[in-house]
């Protein structure tokens, strides 16, 4: 029953001083800025015939770390694969040295007498 009745504007009013009270209990103030690692960052360069001189920006070591830490492959940033995806490929050594002379794995193109009769008449 108590839903059905109506409130009148004091009661409206109270209803919502207690709202924004709730809110400003739980309000946190973020005050520290950090970088999305899952996010490009698009730096754009100036106008080519500008004249304005370039701004001096005095270096930020923690935030130029944070930056190249974001852009490293998953296997620079991490010693073990976070998720189930990321354990395929996740060790990309090849498990064979490479030999180009091993005729196992380097099929190099040759030429036979019909390939070369087939080649000539495309040429033609």
């Not at 924004?20 to 100036?46: A, G, M, Y």
């Not at 354990?87 to 070369?116: C, M």
Request: hydrophobic share 30%; proline share 6%; aromatic share 8%.
């Amino acid at each position: 029953m108590a839903g059905n009745e109506k409130h009148d504007v004091v009661h409206q009013n109270a209803i919502h001083v207690e709202t924004i009270r709730k809110e400003q209990r739980h309000q946190k103030l973020h005050t520290e800025f950090s970088i999305n690692p899952h996010r490009k960052l698009h730096v754009l360069p100036d106008k080519p015939m500008s004249r304005k001189p370039s701004e001096v920006i005095a270096e930020n070591s923690d935030f130029i770390g944070a930056f190249h830490k974001a852009r490293q492959e998953p296997t620079k940033k991490y010693t073990m694969p976070l998720t189930e995806s990321q354990e395929i490929g996740w060790v990309s050594a090849p498990l064979i040295p490479s030999n180009r002379h091993d005729q196992r794995f380097n099929f190099y193109r040759f030429t036979t007498d019909v390939t070369k009769h087939q080649e000539s008449a495309l040429r033609k």
